[in-house]
């Protein structure tokens, strides 16, 4: 509760909700137990101010705001890793599948003279623990060459994200993964290896297809699924992709390439008298409008994507009487709106005629017209900020067109004021120019510097700034990351299709050479085995589309306009991969057409 001066009486409001309360919980005090209790205290405000019923009081602890917002993104980036590890997995089983069905009849002539299935079964594991280990090595190797790059490429807002290194807490975790991973990718093969049957293996010799089928069937489940993961990462990717590029093509509502923006913070001496701080903005915008190159220059103490927010309790003049509320506004120079690009809707915006003591004057947007004024003309309307020591009625003489202030967020109702009536020790100076905006940044440097030495200088293009900004720059690094190890992930999974039908065809050699010389159309072996390797890549499709549509609401959050089951880029995704697909699949079917029958028949 707050009491106001708006020049005729003490005016209390309970709408001055830019305060945030930071309590300690006694111990044994869970946050639950905090909430039950804060939420008895909202029902008492509430009896007795029934106008503030529906408010509440919401309990949060201080870990779940700092890491509230970023939480989901690292969880996804910690799925997608996992995913491409289990990728990887898949395909040194199959390679370890392969060397295992290789070395069978070694495995059975040492079984008939007395080795254990037990000490078979650790020799194998131990190989591909060895395999992982040394594989771990040299990844945690490229990790401390790469952590600082990677790093430094992190968007704004990360939490302790300075504080990101490997350690001895990364390596000891490198190294359990190395060997669980060396365990997980050995465990089937090595199974595979030591119970095949010492007789059949002795009765098959040197032919190296016998029992093939079955290894068959298993390395293209495990194909089947580096597809289905694949195509899970793939499409998460292309989500991303088409939800960054609505986010940057939308209507900004004010134009972007030919500004520079500069937030001024006076020193305090520029404060302690209402007549220094606008001195020196106008001899600074009188050196600003003299610098070759410079258009316009206007001035806001509210810049989008700059500066913060100014949510002031706001009292509106509506046809069913005053309306309090919480309302974004600023105070800008006349030239402000022509500068952004901000087209005028209605009356007009302000102009050298508004100035200190003259009838107070605001402009408004369309959202607060659509809120407040519906079906009425707001010219003429009166709103108010219920700020101590500024509290007076100002009359709407315009309406413009709105503007984002946050790309993922629709334009929000808000009003501007005249900056001669308002003026502000901070502002944003706003600087049209004719030529390259950041080739007239160490001018505009100069001229504050010309002004006042002692004034910190920071000047941006402002498309620059919107790029750095979190909305912008997070979904941006996060579409890095997930290309990058979709990339990784789609590459893997093609890897595997052609190592499996390679295999196959070799294995296959003499069967293939006899059907072809026994009139065998080279077209039917072209098409035998690329229809084994699209019906791979089909059960992988269905499988993964299944489980990206189950996993899509994790992803909803994330997402800008786009729906998780997006169908223009799940069909896209699938013609990728069954085009990658089918390239792959190509190489070892246009192989298996050039086996020689004679030299099929001789080793037959």
Same mark, same amino acid.
């Given at each position: 509760? @707050?009491?106001?001066?708006?020049?005729?009486?003490?005016?209390?409001?309970?709408?001055?909700?830019?305060? !945030?309360v930071?309590?300690?919980? !006694?111990?044994?005090?869970?946050?639950a137990?905090?909430?039950?209790?804060?939420?008895?205290?909202?029902?008492r405000?509430?009896?007795?101010?029934?106008?503030?019923?529906?408010?509440?009081?919401?309990?949060?602890?201080?870990?779940?705001?700092?890491?509230?917002?970023?939480?989901?993104?690292?969880?996804?980036?910690?799925?997608?890793?996992?995913l491409?590890?289990?990728?990887?997995?898949?395909?040194?089983?199959?390679?370890l599948?392969?060397?295992?069905?290789?070395?069978?009849?070694?495995?059975?002539?040492?079984q008939?003279?007395?080795?254990?299935? =037990?000490?078979?079964l650790?020799?194998?594991?131990s190989?591909?623990?060895?395999?992982?280990?040394?594989?771990g090595?040299?990844?945690?190797?490229?990790?401390v060459?790469?952590?600082g790059?990677?790093?430094?490429?992190?968007?704004?807002?990360?939490?302790r994200?300075?504080?990101?290194?490997v350690?001895?807490?990364?390596?000891?975790?490198?190294? =359990?993964?190395?060997?669980?991973?060396?365990?997980?990718?050995?465990?089937?093969?090595?199974?595979?290896?030591?119970?095949t049957?010492?007789v059949?293996?002795?009765?098959? =010799?040197?032919?190296g297809?016998?029992g093939?089928?079955?290894?068959n069937?298993?390395?293209?489940?495990?194909?089947?699924?580096?597809?289905?993961? @694949?195509?899970?990462?793939?499409?998460?990717?292309?989500l991303?992709v088409?939800?960054?590029?609505?986010?940057?093509?939308?209507?900004?509502?004010?134009?972007?390439?030919?500004?520079?923006?500069?937030?001024?913070?006076?020193?305090i001496?520029?404060?302690?008298?209402?007549?220094? &701080?606008? @001195?020196?903005?106008?001899?600074?915008?009188?050196?600003?409008?003299?610098?070759?190159?410079v258009?316009?220059?206007?001035?806001?103490?509210?810049?989008?994507?700059?500066?913060?927010?100014? +949510?002031?309790?706001?009292s509106i003049?509506?046809?069913e009487?005053?309306?309090?509320?919480?309302?974004?506004?600023?105070?800008?120079?006349?030239?402000?709106?022509?500068?952004?690009g901000?087209?005028?809707?209605?009356?007009?915006?302000?102009?050298?005629?508004?100035?200190?003591?003259s009838?107070?004057v605001?402009?408004?947007?369309?959202?607060?017209?659509?809120?407040y004024?519906?079906?009425?003309?707001?010219?003429?309307?009166q709103?108010?900020?219920d700020?101590?020591?500024?509290?007076? +009625?100002?009359?709407?003489?315009?309406?413009?067109?709105?503007?984002r202030?946050?790309?993922?967020?629709?334009?929000?109702?808000?009003?501007?004021m005249?900056?001669?009536?308002?003026?502000?020790w901070?502002?944003?100076?706003?600087? !049209?120019?004719?030529?390259?905006?950041?080739?007239?940044?160490?001018?505009?440097?100069?001229?504050? +510097?010309?002004?006042?030495?002692?004034?910190?200088?920071?000047? +941006? !293009?402002?498309?620059d700034?919107?790029?750095?900004?979190?909305?912008?720059?997070s979904?941006?690094?996060?579409?890095?990351?997930?290309?990058?190890?979709? &990339?990784?992930?789609?590459?893997l999974?093609?890897?595997?299709?052609?190592?499996? $039908?390679?295999?196959?065809?070799?294995?296959?050699?003499?069967?293939?050479?006899?059907r072809?010389?026994?009139?065998?159309?080279?077209?039917?072996v $072209?098409?035998?085995?690329?229809?084994?390797?699209?019906?791979?890549?089909?059960?992988?499709?269905?499988?993964?589309?299944?489980?990206?549509?189950?996993?899509?609401?994790?992803?909803?959050? $994330?997402?800008?306009?786009?729906?998780?089951?997006?169908?223009?880029?799940?069909?896209?995704?699938?013609?990728?991969?069954?085009f990658? &697909?089918?390239v792959?699949?190509?190489?070892?079917?246009?192989?298996?057409?050039?086996v020689?029958?004679?030299?099929?028949?001789?080793?037959?």
């Open positions: 509760w @707050a009491t106001f001066n708006d020049g005729r009486k003490q005016s209390p409001t309970r709408n001055a909700g830019y305060l !945030k930071v309590a300690r919980l !006694k111990p044994g005090i869970s946050v137990q905090a909430q039950r209790e804060m939420d008895a205290v909202a029902r405000i509430g009896e007795e101010h029934p106008e503030e019923v529906e408010h509440g009081i919401g309990l949060f602890s201080q870990k779940e705001l700092v890491v509230a917002n970023t939480r989901p993104a690292l969880l996804l980036l910690l799925g997608s890793v996992g491409v590890l289990l990728i990887a997995c898949a395909n040194i089983a199959n390679l599948l392969v060397r295992a069905t290789e070395r069978r009849r070694e495995l059975g002539v040492r008939a003279l007395g080795a254990g299935r =037990g000490r078979l650790v020799q194998h594991l190989e591909s623990v060895v395999l992982s280990l040394a594989g090595a040299a990844g945690y190797l490229v990790a060459g790469s952590i790059p990677f790093v430094a490429a992190f968007p704004g807002g990360l939490p994200g300075n504080e990101v290194g350690d001895y807490r990364v390596l000891a975790v490198a190294a =359990g993964l190395s060997i669980a991973t060396g365990l997980a990718t050995g465990v089937l093969p090595a199974i595979r290896a030591v119970t049957s010492v059949q293996v002795l009765q098959d =010799g040197g032919r297809f016998a093939g089928r079955q290894h069937r298993t390395q293209a489940a495990l194909v089947v699924s580096e597809i289905a993961l @694949a195509f899970v990462l793939l499409a998460g990717a292309g991303f088409r939800s960054f590029t609505r986010l940057t093509s939308i209507e900004r509502g004010f134009v972007t390439d030919s500004l520079l923006v500069m937030p001024v913070v006076l020193p001496p520029y404060r302690e008298s209402n007549e220094t &701080a606008p @001195a020196f903005y106008q001899e600074l915008n009188e050196r600003l409008r003299s610098t070759p190159g258009e316009l220059v206007a001035a806001t103490s509210q810049m989008p994507f700059v500066s913060g927010f100014s +949510w002031p309790p706001t003049e509506t046809s009487g005053v309306v309090e509320d919480i309302m974004h506004s600023s105070s800008v120079t006349p030239e402000y709106f022509e500068a952004m901000i087209p005028t809707v209605a009356g007009r915006t302000f102009d050298s005629s508004d100035r200190d003591g009838l107070p605001a402009v408004v947007n369309e959202a607060m017209v659509k809120q004024w519906p079906d009425e003309n707001p010219i003429g309307r709103v108010r900020r700020v101590q020591g500024d509290s007076v +009625w100002m009359t709407v003489i315009g309406v413009v067109g709105d503007i202030n946050q790309l993922n967020r629709a334009p929000f109702p808000e009003f501007f005249a900056n001669a009536q308002r003026p502000s901070y502002r944003v100076e706003v600087i !049209k120019t004719a030529v390259r905006p950041n080739s007239l940044i160490p001018a505009v440097r100069e001229a504050v +510097w010309a002004v006042d030495p002692d004034v910190p200088v920071q000047v +941006w !293009k402002l498309e700034r919107i790029n750095q900004s979190a909305a912008v720059a979904p941006r690094f996060g579409i890095y990351v997930l290309g990058a190890l979709s &990339a990784l992930a789609g590459l999974a093609i890897v595997g299709i052609y190592g499996v $039908l390679a295999y196959a065809v070799q294995q296959r050699s003499q069967e293939i050479g006899i072809m010389a026994l009139g065998a159309a080279t077209r039917n $072209l098409g035998a085995v690329l229809q084994r390797g699209l019906v791979m890549v089909g059960t992988g499709l269905a499988l993964g589309l299944a489980i990206a549509l189950a996993a899509g609401r994790l992803m909803e959050s $994330l997402l800008f306009e786009v729906s998780p089951a997006d169908p223009v880029t799940m069909v896209a995704v699938a013609l990728l991969v069954l990658a &697909a089918l792959a699949s190509f190489v070892p079917a246009r192989r298996a057409t050039r020689d029958p004679v030299e099929a028949m001789r080793d037959a």
